[in-house]
């Protein structure tokens, strides 16, 4: 598994609850819509050779 997709994952998990103790099942819903951006953001975090 690629770091960034590691580090996504656990950014959106992170987002999902911190907006759940503010917004309950709404929020972790949105945290969810985190994982993708945070695969993105932490793209760099790849090994050059992981890229395909």
């Not at 590691?6 to 917004?23: D, N, Q, R």
């Not at 951006?37 to 090994?47: K, S, T």
């Amino acid at each position: 598994m690629k770091k960034s997709k590691i580090a996504g994952i656990l950014f959106g998990v992170a987002m999902g609850v911190l907006f759940s103790v503010s917004m309950g099942t709404v929020g972790f819903a949105l945290g969810a819509g985190f994982v993708g951006l945070g695969m993105v953001m932490f793209e760099g975090l790849d090994d050059p050779q992981d890229k395909k």
